[in-house]
């Protein structure tokens, strides 16, 4: 252990320091890990909020989506599909097609959005269909010939809808007759009840195969557009203009952080404000820092010129009161880390606050500590301290030792 380290643990571990001294000692230290604790937890919660959200739109939308650039749609799908499969990095093409159309129940109606898909490439791709709350996803139609659909938990609950009820539903796209425009409608069994775990998905969507929704829209075989999931999620950028080169001309490209870049970019924003709203809390600790210092200076002169009369030098007694507010920031540090991420763990573990999901989209607040996050925590805590450091350690390596001693 060196000299001035040895001096400052002393200093701090000292039982003749006065009691106020004691009192401001360990004020500090608890603003320091207060200030890293309410950091620590807020940004857990933000990058919680961040992860959920992303994982619960990935269940039930694409990395990539292929959009043709006219609003005709995809005529040959299927040989676009075969010619963009062997791209490296895809894991899966799905064809769809999306309609917005009325669905009605026991005198009740609500618009929804439906998807048509292909049931087997769907549920091997990870979608919603594999989250069922009841029911199956088997579209196999019924003896009559009626299609199936499934729709999402929240909308069953809302229009009271069971498996094996049916409903109608009726497209905007309608027949051409003499007495004008029709709306086409037609009946589907609810085969299954799907649970993606977002409420606008669970309140507002339905799925049916392929061809039910396209003699629903009254057109042919025709997609809306190709669903690309991939490996990496980083990569879907990259991944997405290579599809897009090999389509050719007349084609769109998005990807998942495209559609919902106003959602992430206002969670960065969450988070950058976050951070330097509660940091505040460190600074104010660092000020603490600072007091606990100077009045240590003041409480300690005439140790300091004795040290300094037996041939410390000035730097060495800088850094006695360097080393000294390190001490505080960490141990300070330490306790918020440590506090900070069993709160994060223990509220994520057991989900102590509820949420709205209507409002929210998911049921619970998610905590996910980041290692990351802990790294430059630390640092700017450390940061803060050294800073508010400088000045009591110049004032104290800036005593005269004949002038504290001449009296003695």
């Keep these: 252990m060196s000299f001035e380290w040895m001096v400052a643990l002393r200093y701090l571990r000292s039982p003749n320091r006065p009691a106020v001294l004691r009192l401001v000692t360990f004020l500090a230290v608890a603003g320091v890990a207060a200030g890293v604790m309410t950091l ?34 995809i005529r040959d799908y299927r040989e676009l599909m075969s010619r963009l499969a062997g791209t490296p ?7 769809a097609i ?6 009605s129940f026991g005198g009740r109606a609500r618009g ?71 709306p086409r409608a037609r009946r589907f069994r ?20 392929l061809p039910a929704a396209q003699g629903l829209a009254g057109v042919g075989d025709v997609v809306s557009l190709l669903e690309v999931r991939v490996t990496r999620l980083e990569d879907a950028r990259a991944i997405g203009s290579e599809l897009l080169r090999k389509a050719g001309p007349g084609f769109l490209m998005t990807t998942w952080m495209d559609e919902n870049r106003a959602l992430f970019r206002a969670l960065s924003l969450e988070k950058l404000v976050t951070a330097m709203f509660i940091g505040l809390i460190t600074f104010v600790a660092g000020l603490n820092i600072l007091v606990v210092l ?8 005439r140790d300091i010129a004795v040290l300094m009369a037996m041939g410390a030098r000035r730097r060495q007694i800088r850094r006695i009161f360097i080393w000294q507010g390190l001490a505080v920031s960490i141990a300070g ?4 880390l440590a506090a900070g991420y069993a709160a994060a763990w223990t509220a994520n573990r057991w989900r102590l606050i509820p949420l709205n999901p209507e409002v929210y989209a998911i049921p619970y607040v998610p905590f996910h500590a980041n290692g990351t996050d802990a790294i430059w925590i630390a640092a700017a805590a450390l940061a803060i301290s ?23």
């Design 40 to 73: 620590v937890i807020a940004l857990s919660m933000n990058t919680g909020f961040r992860q959920a959200i992303r994982d619960r739109l990935l269940s039930v939308t694409a990395h990539v989506n292929l959009k043709p650039a006219s609003p005709n749609g």
């Design 89 to 95: 990095g895809v894991r899966s093409i799905e064809p």
């Design 98 to 103: 999306y309609e917005t159309v009325l669905l």
């Design 112 to 182: 929804v959005v439906l998807k048509g898909v292909d049931p087997e490439l769907e549920i091997r791709s990870g979608g919603a269909l594999r989250h069922l709350s009841g029911g199956s996803a088997d579209f196999l139609p019924g003896p009559n010939g009626t299609p199936v659909v499934i729709v999402g938990r929240l909308l069953a609950e809302d229009l009271k809808i069971s498996t094996g009820e049916y409903v109608t539903l009726t497209s905007p796209q309608g027949n051409l007759t003499p007495f004008g425009m029709l």
């Design 190 to 209: 609810v085969a299954g009840i799907f649970d993606s775990g977002f409420y606008d998905y669970d309140a507002n969507w339905a799925f049916v195969t």
């Design 294 to 301: 100077t009045m240590t200076v003041t409480d300690r002169s």
């Design 333 to 336: 540090t330490a306790v918020g």
């Design 386 to 408: 050294i800073a508010a450091t400088i000045l009591p350690a110049r004032s104290a390596a800036g005593i005269l030792p004949v002038e504290i001693l001449r009296f003695e």
